[in-house]
Nanobody, 129 residues
Framework: QVQLVESGGGSVQAGGSLRLSCAASGHTYYMYYMGWFRQAPGKEREGVATIYTYSDTRGRTYYADSVKGRFTITQDSAKNTVYLQMNSLKPEDTAMYYC???????????????????WGQGTQVTVSS
């Protein structure tokens, strides 16, 4: 069983920064990718960023176009923790942010929510204008 626990959400003004953390525990050996997704009220869950966490080639990252250049996903493999550094936040970034893990086989699926098997409870990010 896998547990993913997010932290670091909060409220910030536009242009500000937040760092989210996701600590993974349990049988995580099959989670080749760990990613961040978000869901705003009335909208579908969307992929934000993901990072390859398996083997010596760990560290490859992928981002949604809407956050490229503003968000950075990183990993501390010793702590089994993934981070999402969010800079230059905009009101449209307001959402519940979820950490997810899974074995995703196709590059086109890396930011597709239903390709991830394990999910955290989410942490709220609110950006005011």
């Amino acid at each position: 069983q896998v547990q993913l626990v997010e932290s670091g959400g909060g409220s910030v003004q536009a242009g500000g920064s937040l760092r989210l953390s996701c600590a993974a525990s349990g049988h995580t050996y099959y989670m080749y990718y760990m990613g961040w997704f978000r869901q705003a009220p009335g909208k579908e869950r969307e992929g934000v960023a993901t990072i390859y966490t398996y083997s010596d080639t760990r560290g490859r990252t992928y981002y949604a176009d809407s956050v490229k250049g503003r968000f950075t996903i990183t990993q501390d493999s010793a702590k089994n923790t993934v981070y999402l550094q969010m800079n230059s936040l905009k009101p449209e970034d307001t959402a519940m942010y979820y950490c997810a893990g899974g074995r995703v086989d196709y590059i086109g699926d890396l930011l597709v929510a239903d390709k991830y098997t394990d999910w955290g409870q989410g942490t709220q990010v609110t950006v005011s204008s």
